[in-house]
C-alpha cells in the first residue's frame, strides 16, 4: 500500500506520528508531517489507515 501526505493541509498536530512512528515523524521546523517510509504492508498498513482516520486535517490517504 502507498502511503501519500499532502503538507499543504497538515497542521503538525501529530496524530499520525503517534499512531505510526516508523512511517511518519515531523519536521523540525514546522513539525509538518515528513514520511519516512511510502511503501507499507500488513501491521504497519493498518495502522496507517487507522491514521488517515485520525489526522485532524485530512492531509493522509493511501492507494493500494
Ligand atoms: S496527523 Fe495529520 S495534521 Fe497531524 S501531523 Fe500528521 S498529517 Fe499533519
Not at 16 to 21: K, N, Q
Not at 26 to 48: F, S
Amino acid at each position: 500500500m502507498r502511503v501519500i501526505t499532502d503538507v499543504d493541509r497538515c497542521v503538525g498536530a501529530g496524530q499520525c506520528v503517534l499512531t505510526e512512528p516508523s512511517v511518519f515523524d515531523q519536521r523540525e521546523e514546522d513539525g509538518t508531517v515528513l514520511l519516512l517510509t511510502d511503501e507499507v504492508r500488513g501491521e504497519t498498513a493498518e495502522r496507517v489507515r487507522e491514521a488517515t482516520h485520525l489526522c485532524p486535517a485530512q492531509a493522509l490517504s493511501t492507494s493500494d
